[in-house]
């Protein structure tokens, strides 16, 4: 079994900055897929930033610039640096570790930390 354990949100203002973690516990983190999702009020839960375990990074076009996702396997723990913060960048921050056993898929889920930009 995956947990894992966000921090690092908090109030920050437009064009400010700030480093989200995610730590997960368990065997699989290097050989897993992580990233980063959020979801603002009413809105979908949306992929943010993501990176495969041989460190391929994917971006949303919104944060792409900006935000920068990165992995430390020694730690099991990965990173989401924001940059350049706006508004819109205001949601639940959620970590996500995709582990394929051989045969499926599966999803692991942080609790979430809450992200908020002051205007």
């Known amino acids: 079994q995956v947990q894992l354990v966000e921090s690092g949100g908090g109030l920050v203002q437009a064009g400010g900055s700030l480093r989200l973690s995610c730590v997960a516990s368990?065997?699989?983190?290097?050989?897993?897929?992580v990233g980063w999702y959020r979801q603002g009020p009413g809105k979908q839960r949306e992929l943010v930033a993501a990176i495969t375990s041989g460190g391929s990074k994917n971006y949303a076009d919104s944060v792409k610039g900006r935000f920068i996702i990165s992995r430390d396997n020694a730690k099991k723990t990965v990173y989401l640096q924001m940059n350049s913060l706006k508004p819109e960048d205001a949601a639940d921050y959620y970590c996500?570790?995709?582990?394929?056993?051989?045969?499926?898929?599966?999803?692991?889920w942080g609790q979430g930390t809450q992200v908020t930009v002051s205007s």
């Open positions: 368990g065997s699989t983190f290097s050989i897993s897929g």
């Open positions: 996500n570790l995709r582990f394929w056993n051989g045969h499926t898929w599966t999803d692991y």
